[in-house]
């Protein structure tokens, strides 16, 4: 056999293992505080986007259950875009539909 393919880099017994040649091995694992407080602000997150959800659009649950998703998979962006729209205010009729209405 070749020696090349025999070596501990190719071998064919070394196939899919990693090998630990680099002195410095970092592990980024979560610890259970962070997976804790991760989880904590997931579903904080989560609540405060669906009661903005149900009350922006007149109390429909489906907008609920959907910002309550959004919000437990991105519990930064999403409560920000909630304050940002006025958090828990029905969404106002735009000014073009107000004009419709009054002319009838």
Sequence with gaps: MN??????????????????????????????ALIGAWWSLSTVSGLLSAYHGFKRNDGN????????????ALPVIVPVIAFTQGYAKPEGISANRRRRRSRR
Excluded at 7 to 18: C, E, I, M, N
Excluded at 61 to 72: C, Q, R, T
């Design 3 to 32: 020696r090349y393919y025999d070596g501990p880099g190719l071998g064919v017994s070394a196939l899919g293992q990693a090998i630990d040649s680099s002195p410095l091995t970092i592990s980024v694992r979560p610890t259970g």
């Design 61 to 72: 649950l489906a907008w609920a259950l959907a910002w309550f998703l959004a919000g437990s």
